[in-house]
């Protein structure tokens, strides 16, 4: 894994790190926002940490790098069970709206809503994304 930091007042959330995912990855509060991850050989998923008050407002955005058909599957995992993420539909969410899935060459990024009653992450858009244009 490579991490690229940036300075500035907002470090080190603006960070960004390149990795090939060798199984699944949890982030945290702390993990840099930018995620350029390649799966590796195989689908992966990506643990969002809980999304509570004093998380509203973070984000990550999750770039797909890998070199295959290889899916991220995003979700939450608290203590208190599976959270939801409010996938766009056309976004690969699930029905019961508790994973998301990145495939390969796209973009994704989500927000901590961060309401003290129900948190929850909210993936806000998606794209494709080919590193090979010019």
């Given at each position: 894994m490579s991490v690229t930091?940036?300075?500035?007042?907002?470090?080190p959330h603006n960070n960004i790190v390149v990795s090939v995912l060798a199984g699944a990855t949890t982030l945290d509060y702390n993990s840099p926002?930018?995620?350029?991850?390649?799966?590796?050989?195989a689908h992966?998923?990506?643990?969002?940490?809980?999304?509570?008050?004093?998380?509203?407002?973070?984000?990550?955005?999750?770039?797909?790098?890998s070199d295959a058909a290889e899916n991220l599957t995003v979700d939450v995992v608290?203590?208190?069970?599976v959270q939801i993420v409010d996938g766009l539909v056309t976004g690969g969410a699930n029905a019961?709206?508790?994973?998301?899935?990145?495939?390969q060459n796209q973009c994704s990024w989500f927000i901590c809503t961060?309401?003290?009653?129900?948190?929850?992450?909210?993936?806000?858009?998606?794209?494709?994304?080919?590193?090979?244009a010019s």
């Open positions: 930091t940036f300075n500035g007042p907002l470090a926002t930018y995620q350029c991850l390649d799966a590796g050989g992966r998923v990506i643990h969002l940490p809980a999304c509570t008050p004093e998380m509203a407002g973070r984000r990550f955005f999750i770039k797909n790098a608290t203590d208190a069970g019961n709206g508790t994973t998301v899935v990145v495939a961060g309401s003290i009653t129900t948190g929850q992450w909210v993936q806000v858009g998606i794209t494709a994304w080919d590193d090979t």
